[in-house]
């Protein structure tokens, strides 16, 4: 079974520019989280969605937002860009939303860089 | 709001056992407590999930203390490729809905 998939890998954006990530879950998994990686930060949830519908979100500001299909393939839209935007954006996948047992697999997430 | 928190860093050498300690001091009644690994650049790989005593697969063990207020990972005969962060993951509902919360993450270094 595929895992979770992340496209682009790699991304140069420059300050005020938006971004759209887009994340393929496995087969078969219905909810799908953002999370924002940075050193100084370390892991940050963004938001969680399932059957199309945002379910969680972190302490994110408006410009980050998000939205899954019928397919429960999601994207990620971060608008007018700043320097503090670069990160590692991952994606993960679970089977039903988030609880105590579900299980997330994440994707190789996508690099974004801000000059 | 759930909080985890873990060493920063340890050292081990190959062919030794490794263990990581994560305390979650206020982990709620049901929930589990879950273990990722991570390399440079790319996404946290499920390593073991548990919910008290001990669990045991093929590549670790997770054992779990009655009060459930830490965990411990245990890596057995570490080798170099084990070199990676590993991070505790517990839940939180304490604004109504189920969140995920990630601990800072302690940096495994194994050596020759």
């Known amino acids: 079974k595929a895992g979770v998939t992340q496209t682009p890998r790699y991304l140069i954006k420059t300050r005020g520019q938006q971004v759209t990530l887009s994340c393929s879950p496995i087969?078969?998994?219905?909810?799908v989280s953002w999370y924002q990686q940075t050193p100084g930060q370390g892991l940050q949830f963004l938001f969680e969605?399932?059957?199309?519908?945002?379910?969680n979100k972190g302490n994110f500001p408006g410009r980050f937002s998000g939205r899954q299909f019928s397919n429960s393939r999601s994207e990620m839209n971060v608008s007018t860009l700043e320097l503090g935007d670069s990160a590692l954006y991952l994606c993960?996948?679970?089977?039903?939303?988030?609880?105590?047992?579900?299980?997330?697999?994440f994707g190789p997430g996508t690099r974004l860089l801000v000059l | 709001l759930a909080k985890t928190t873990q060493p920063i860093s340890m050292d081990s050498y190959e062919g030794q056992e490794v263990n990581i300690t994560c305390s979650h001091n206020?982990?709620?009644?049901?929930?589990?407590i879950t273990w990722y690994q991570q390399f440079p650049s790319q996404g946290p790989r499920f390593i073991i999930q548990?919910?008290?005593t001990k669990v045991t697969n093929e590549v670790a063990s997770l054992f779990i203390p009655a009060d459930r207020k830490s965990s411990t990972l245990s890596l057995p005969r570490v080798s170099l490729s084990d070199t990676a962060v590993y991070y505790c993951?517990?839940?939180?509902?304490?604004?109504?809905?189920?969140?995920?919360?990630f601990g800072t993450g302690t940096r495994l270094k194994v050596l020759a």
């Open positions: 969605y399932f059957s199309e519908t945002q379910r």
């Open positions: 548990g919910y008290k």
């Open positions: 993960a996948s679970s089977l039903e939303v988030a609880g105590p047992q579900e299980t997330q697999y």
């Open positions: 993951l517990v839940g939180d509902r304490t604004s109504g809905t189920y969140k995920y919360i």
């Open positions: 087969s078969g998994h219905r909810s």
């Open positions: 206020n982990i709620a009644t049901n929930d589990y």
